[in-house]
């Protein structure tokens, strides 16, 4: 009878090994947050890097691949749960999706904001343009 009942209980769980990431619900708040961090800590290493070796460094946002790409090949791969817009300058748009972000040696950048929704919440990742900081914000419903 203990045996039986070890057996069920494995079945189960099995079963709900298999079934929870099929119908878990997909992308939750903290691994959007996560990745809005991440994103950001690629733009500051390549920021650091201009400062620092005298020469523009970019970052790489493809939106057909849903990547962000730092100058040495680091990359974030966005959930595709997760909708990616970004909003920059003319010149820092090289093809359809495809856009980069250049940070010059004295800090600055041609600047822009990554956003990242899914459902009512989003997160701003804004690059300024005259300094080049970068910060992740909450942007509240509308």
Same mark, same amino acid.
């Given at each position: 009878?203990? &045996?039986?009942? #070890?057996? =069920? *209980?494995? /079945?189960?769980? $099995? !079963?709900? +090994? ?7 619900? %997909?992308?939750?708040?903290? &691994?959007?947050? #996560?990745? =809005? *961090?991440? /994103?950001?800590? $690629? !733009?500051? +290493? ?7 070796? %005298? ?88």
């Amino acid at each position: 009878m203990l &045996l039986d009942m #070890a057996l =069920a *209980l494995t /079945i189960l769980l $099995l !079963l709900f +090994a298999v079934v929870w990431p099929t119908f878990g619900g %997909g992308t939750g708040s903290v &691994l959007q947050s #996560a990745t =809005a *961090l991440d /994103i950001a800590t $690629l !733009l500051r +290493a390549d920021r650091t890097s201009a400062s620092r070796d %005298g020469v523009p460094t970019s970052t790489r946002i493809d939106l057909r691949r849903r990547t962000v790409t730092d100058a040495t090949s680091r990359r974030v791969e966005v959930p595709p749960d997760i909708a990616i817009e970004v909003t920059t300058a003319a010149p820092c748009m090289r093809a359809a999706q495809q856009f980069i972000i250049v940070f010059a040696p004295d800090g600055s950048s041609c600047g822009g904001v990554i956003m990242l929704r899914k459902g009512a919440k989003a997160q701003a990742i804004r690059i300024n343009w005259l300094s080049g900081m970068i910060d992740v914000v909450n942007v509240p419903k509308t």
